[in-house]
C-alpha cells in the first residue's frame, strides 16, 4: 500500500454507475490497488481484487445469489466481503480470516466514489449538480499518461487555450490575461474573476471576453464556471489517480444555455481534451514539483501556483515531487 495520507484518505471516482451493472463485477484500479465493484441492490460494494485463497481476481468470479464467487476454487463471499462457503468442504465453516480487504463506496453525481483510507470528509460539493436550471452532461473518462496533479493544473491553465485550443477556446490575437488574485484556504484554492478572449464562448459565433472562476475542492477535483453577458458554463473535473503517472479524467459539462445534443457537446470536450492530451503527457518531470523554484512562473500561473502551494501544505506526495 502506497504511503501517501492525503489520496488514501480522500475520495476518489473510479466508475461511471450506470456502468456498474447489477449481477456484474466491474475490475477498476485505483492509487496502485487492484479493486472489484459490484452491485447488489442499492449498496455498492469495492473490495481489494484478490481472493485470499489463491490470490485470483474476484472480478473474474460471479455474482449468484448475495454473494461473490471467485472464479477458482468457487469460494464465496457475503456483502462484507467474509467467505460463507469452502465448496471442497460444505460442512467447514470458513474462519474469519477468509476475508477480503472491504473500502468504503458511495454513489454520487452518477459517479462510484472510494475512499481507501478513513476520509471523514464528504465527496467534494458539485453546485449545480441539484439545480435544474443547469443540464449536466457526462464526458469521458480520458485516459491520460500523466501525473493527476499534472493533469489537474493543465485543467487549471487559461494561457494554453490560444496555442493549444486555437480557434476552439482561445485566439493567438487575444492571449492577453488579466491579473486576478488566487486564494489559498482550507478548503482549497479560489481563482476569481480571471478574463480572457475566446472566438466563440456561448454558441452564439461572436468572440467576445468571458470571465472564469476556478476552485480546486481536492487535491484531484476542480471545478470552474464562465460566465459572458449571461449564459453560465461549468465544468467538474476529477481524476482517478491509477498509478503515479497514469491518471484516468472524468467530467461533467453543466450548461445553462445551448440547444446542442449531449453527443455534440461530449464531443466537443473529446476534442479539446485531445488537444491537451499530448501536451501533458509530454510533461517534464512527469511528477509535478511542488518547490516554486523548480519551474517558472508568470502572474498569470497565479492559480497554478496557489495549487502547488496548498499541495505542498497538505503534504501531498503521490504524483508530485
Ligand atoms: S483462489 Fe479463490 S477460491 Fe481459490
Ligand atoms: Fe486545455
Known amino acids: 500500500m502506497l504511503n501517501d495520507p492525503v489520496l488514501l484518505n480522500d475520495w476518489h471516482v473510479v466508475a461511471y ?42 472480478s473474474l468470479g460471479r455474482i449468484e445469489g448475495e454473494t461473490l464467487i471467485c472464479p477458482y476454487h468457487g469460494w464465496a463471499y457475503n456483502q462484507e466481503g467474509q467467505c460463507v462457503r469452502f465448496p471442497a468442504h460444505p ?51 480520458y485516459l491520460m499518461r500523466a501525473s493527476g496533479p499534472r493533469a489537474i493544473e493543465n485543467f487549471l491553465d487559461v494561457t494554453h487555450f490560444p496555442y493549444v485550443h486555437q480557434g476552439l477556446l482561445g485566439d493567438p490575437a487575444h492571449p492577453e490575461v488579466n491579473d486576478y488574485e488566487a486564494d489559498i484556504s482550507s478548503d482549497g484554492v479560489v481563482a476569481r474573476d480571471i478574463s480572457v478572449w475566446q472566438p466563440d464562448p456561448d454558441g452564439t459565433g461572436h468572440g467576445a471576453r468571458v470571465t472564469y472562476t476556478y476552485r480546486v475542492l481536492r487535491p484531484l477535483s476542480a471545478t470552474f464556471i464562465k460566465s459572458s453577458s449571461g449564459p453560465k458554463f461549468a465544468m467538474f473535473f476529477t481524476i482517478t489517480p491509477i498509478s503515479e503517472s497514469q491518471s484516468l479524467a472524468w467530467m461533467y459539462v453543466a450548461m445553462d444555455y445551448g440547444d446542442l445534443t449531449d453527443e455534440q457537446i461530449r464531443q466537443f470536450q473529446d476534442d ?28 498569470s500561473d497565479r492559480t497554478a501556483i496557489a495549487y502547488r502551494k496548498w499541495l505542498r501544505e497538505l503534504g501531498l506526495t503521490f504524483g508530485a515531487v
Open 91 to 141: 460442512q467447514q465453516k470458513p474462519p474469519v480470516t477468509a476475508h477480503t480487504v472491504v473500502y468504503r463506496a458511495q454513489e454520487r453525481y452518477g459517479w462510484i466514489w472510494v475512499s481507501l483510507g478513513t476520509s471523514t470528509q464528504d465527496v467534494p460539493p458539485f453546485p449545480q449538480w441539484d439545480d435544474t436550471s443547469f443540464r449536466k452532461v457526462h464526458c469521458g473518462p
Open 272 to 299: 479539446i481534451i485531445k488537444q491537451d492530451i499530448p501536451i501533458v503527457e509530454s510533461q517534464r518531470p512527469e511528477l509535478l514539483p511542488l518547490d516554486l523554484q523548480a519551474e517558472l512562473h508568470l502572474r
Open 17 to 58: 454507475a450506470p456502468n456498474l451493472k447489477a449481477g456484474k463485477p466491474l475490475a477498476v484500479r485505483l492509487l496502485e490497488e487492484d479493486l472489484v465493484l459490484w452491485r447488489m441492490g442499492e449498496s455498492v460494494q469495492v473490495w481489494r481484487d484478490l481472493c485470499p485463497h489463491r490470490g485470483t481476481r474476484l
